[in-house]
Every structure is written in structure tokens, then in C-alpha cells.
């Protein structure tokens, strides 16, 4: 439909066609995976030892808001 869309001139309609598809698609499956197969994936070990360490923050890792991305992209930029 969005490609469709596009075709035809229609360049929002299809960029808003296309993004709730996408946020659609992610839900559905999200709650396909949660409700119907993540007991039989977590007999996986791969799956099991993923999820746990998805969880974990990484050592040295530090969360930034969006004020300190957003200066150091300007920052980067105003050097160039």
C-alpha cells in the first residue's frame, strides 16, 4: 500500500502508511513472541543466556539524555 502510495504522488500518506505498519508489525510479533513461543524458545540456552544478559547493564556503560546527545552532535558539527 505504501509503496502504491509513493508511486502515485502521495508521499505522506505513504511515509505514515508505511510507519504504522512498521509499529504494527513490531507489536503483533512482540506479543506473538511473549504469548505463544517464548516458553519453548527459553529451553534454548542461546535464548536464555541472551535474555538474561540483555537485561544487565554493560560495565561501563552510561546512560545520556537527550540534551547531552543532542550538544555533542552539535559540537561535532560546528568543528567540521
Known amino acids: 500500500m505504501a509503496a502504491y502510495l509513493a508511486a502515485t504522488g502521495q508521499m505522506v500518506s505513504s511515509v505514515v502508511t508505511l510507519i504504522v505498519g512498521e509499529l504494527l508489525t513490531l507489536v503483533l510479533v512482540e ?3 511473549t504469548a505463544l513461543t517464548r516458553d519453548k524458545l527459553m529451553k534454548i540456552p542461546a535464548f536464555v543466556w541472551r535474555t ?5 547493564p554493560r560495565h561501563g556503560w ?3 539524555g537527550l540534551a547531552s546527545n543532542s550538544r555533542a552532535i552539535s559540537k561535532a ?3 567540521m
Open 31 to 33: 506479543r506473538l513472541f
Open 52 to 56: 538474561q544478559n540483555s537485561a544487565k
Open 62 to 64: 552510561k546512560p545520556r
Open 77 to 79: 558539527a560546528r568543528s
